[in-house]
């Protein structure tokens, strides 16, 4: 699978986990879900995004930072995913915050963090030499997902050279879209920042007019948007079954 996921991998700029929802119905935090292999949720896409980067890396030359977004959780990184890895870019990320003195709730929202790690890249590439100028596409992943990035990637990845008019692309099955669970286009960043700052934050209503959707994988149904301690136990044995 990797070596047809590296022939493309010059179009990918970086991947932000998302990992600072409430998680109020799971009880804990997502991120820190502990998978029946012992391995914590968070340590499973920061592992399978370090594949995707080391592919990318030797396909390309380039790093490809990989960004974490807990809403200032402070979660840590298992230190042999960091040890084993010294060269990849692991980076924290703080959500976005659109107008100074303007409170936000506990949790603001996905977009802010897309809009902060769309940031982050533009700094990267204007302040690192030989960053990889030509990329453009952000790899999203939501921590109500077992789906691992290097299959997301692998998934999306052709659809992004054939609708040059779309800035977003995602799964979706017969019922919803997954826009947590996408690729976004550095392109859009001005635009979803104004959009933040006039207030909103509802994923549906900015990205609708972008997007073109990838049909669901049926062996992935389960294996993503859980959200209660069953959905979770579900999603491991789907993802044990596959």
Excluded at 1 to 30: F, Y
Excluded at 67 to 94: K, Y
Excluded at 215 to 237: G, K, S
Aim: aromatic share 6%; proline share 5%; glycine share 6%.
């Amino acid at each position: 699978m990797m070596a047809n996921t590296a022939l493309h991998l010059d179009s990918l700029s970086g991947v932000v986990i998302l990992a600072g929802g409430a998680s109020k119905r799971m009880g804990t935090p997502k991120a820190e879900l502990i998978l029946p292999t012992g391995e914590r949720l968070l340590d499973y896409h920061v592992r399978h995004a370090l594949e995707l980067e080391a592919a990318a890396e030797n396909a390309t030359g380039f790093n490809i930072p990989i960004m974490i977004a807990d809403n200032e959780r402070g979660f840590t990184v298992d230190l042999d995913l960091n040890v084993s890895n010294p060269q990849s870019p692991i980076i924290h990320i703080a959500d976005y915050a659109p107008i100074e003195g303007n409170e936000q709730s506990d949790n603001g929202g996905a977009l802010v963090a897309i809009e902060s790690a769309l940031q982050t890249l533009a700094k990267l590439t204007d302040a690192i030499p030989n960053q990889k100028s030509g990329s453009s596409w952000l790899l999203v992943i939501s921590c109500d997902s077992l789906i691992p990035a290097t299959d997301l990637w692998q998934k999306l990845q052709p659809v992004i050279s054939q609708v040059a008019d779309k800035k977003v692309v995602c799964l979706t099955d017969d019922s919803h879209l997954y826009p947590l669970l996408g690729l976004y286009q550095l392109s859009i960043e001005a635009d979803l920042k104004a959009y933040i700052d006039s207030g909103q934050r509802r994923v549906m209503s900015f990205i609708k007019p972008l997007t073109q959707t990838v049909p669901l994988i049926e062996n992935w149904q389960h294996l993503t948007n859980f959200n209660t301690p069953e959905d979770f136990q579900r999603a491991c044995a789907a993802l044990s079954d596959l």
